[in-house]
C-alpha cells in the first residue's frame, strides 16, 4: 500500500510528471492498489484471529473485485503501446493527445467491470450448498464453482474464454510492442537515446512476469493444475508482485 500510494501521490503533485507515461503508472499502481487491499487485509484478519471465515456477501465482493485484476493486462498491453509510439514513432507520440491516452484508460476500465457483471450475474444464480470449506485462502471463482451442487458447464466456459480472450489480446500487443521496440534501438543514432530506450524497455520486461503469473493463474481451472501450485501462482501475483511493481 505505501509503495503504490508513493507512485500515485508523487505522479499527482509532480507537475512534470503529467506525461503519459507516467498517468498510466499511476493507474496501473492504482489497480495493484486495489487488487492487494481485497485479499491482503482479510488474510492478516485470519492470521491475528486464527479463524478462516468469511461472509458470503464478503466473498461475492471479494470475488468481483479479485476479478477486476485482468485490468493489469490490458493496461501493460497500453503501457506496451505507449512504449512502442514513443520510441519508435515519436513525431506521432508528441501529437497523440490527453484524450487519447484517457479513452484508452476507460476500455481498460470498462472490459474489466464487464467481465466481473458477467461472472456475478451467473454466480447469484448458482447453490453454493456442497460445503462450507473453500480450498484457497481467498474466493476465488474456480473454487467457488466446485463448491455448487447444480451445473457450471456455463460458468467455467465463460470464464475459460473471457480469460483466454482477455490474455491472449493483450500479449500479443506487448510481444508486438517489444519486437519493434528492439528492433529500434539499432537505428537511434545517440548513445543518450539508446540508453533511454533501453531502460525504458528494461523496466516494462521486469513488469511482463507478473502478467505471466496471471496468464498462467487465469487461463487454466483448478482441475488441470494441482490446487498447491494455483495457491502459490496467486499468491506471488496478489501479494509479492503487487510489493515489488512499486519497487520497479
Same mark, same amino acid.
Given at each position: ?7 500515485i501521490?508523487l505522479i499527482?503533485?509532480?507537475?512534470q510528471?503529467?506525461?503519459h507515461?507516467?498517468?498510466l /503508472?499511476?493507474?496501473l ?8 487491499t481485497?485479499i491482503?487485509p482479510k ?8 479463524k ?13 473485485? *479479485? ?8 493496461? /501493460?498491453?497500453?503501457m ?13 507520440y508528441?501529437?497523440?493527445?490527453h ?7 476507460v ?5 474489466g467491470?464487464?467481465?466481473s *457483471? ?13 460445503t462450507?470449506?473453500?480450498t ?5 471463482l474456480f473454487?467457488l464453482?466446485e463448491?455448487?451442487?447444480s ?13 483466454a480472450? *482477455? ?6 500487443t506487448i510481444?508486438?510492442s517489444?519486437i519493434?521496440?528492439?528492433?529500434s534501438?539499432p537505428?537511434i ?6 540508453f533511454?530506450t533501453?531502460?525504458?524497455?528494461s523496466?516494462?520486461?521486469l513488469l ?15 482441475s488441470?493444475?494441482?490446487m498447491?501450485q494455483?495457491?502459490l501462482?496467486?499468491?506471488l501475483?496478489t ?10
Open positions: 500500500m505505501v509503495g503504490n500510494l508513493s507512485v501521490t499527482l503533485l509532480s507537475s510528471l503529467y506525461t507515461i507516467y498517468f /503508472l499511476s493507474n499502481s492504482f489497480i495493484h492498489l486495489c487488487h492487494s481485497i491482503t488474510i492478516l484478519v485470519n492470521f491475528l484471529t486464527n478462516n471465515v468469511i461472509l458470503y456477501p464478503e466473498c461475492m465482493t471479494q470475488l468481483i473485485f *479479485s476479478l477486476f485484476a485482468i485490468e493489469e493486462c490490458h493496461m /501493460l498491453a497500453v506496451a503501446y505507449d512504449c512502442h509510439v514513443a520510441n519508435c514513432t515519436p513525431l506521432r508528441v501529437r497523440m493527445s484524450h487519447l491516452c484517457l479513452g484508452l484508460i476500455v481498460v476500465y470498462t472490459l467491470f464487464i467481465r *457483471s458477467i461472472h456475478r450475474s451467473l454466480m447469484l444464480k448458482i447453490l453454493l450448498c456442497k462450507k470449506v473453500i484457497h485462502y481467498f474466493c476465488d473454487p464453482l463448491l455448487s451442487s451445473k457450471v458447464y456455463i460458468n467455467e466456459f465463460l470464464a475459460l474464454f473471457l480469460s480472450l *482477455s490474455s491472449l489480446t493483450p500479449t500479443l510481444l508486438t517489444y519493434f521496440i528492439v528492433a534501438i537505428y543514432k545517440s548513445t543518450e537515446g539508446k533511454k533501453f531502460s525504458t524497455f523496466s516494462h520486461t511482463f512476469p507478473s502478467y505471466l503469473v496471471q496468464l498462467h493463474s487465469c487461463i487454466q481451472p483448478s488441470v493444475n494441482s498447491n494455483e495457491k501462482s496467486f499468491v501475483y501479494t509479492v508482485l503487487c510489493m515489488l511493481n512499486p519497487m520497479i
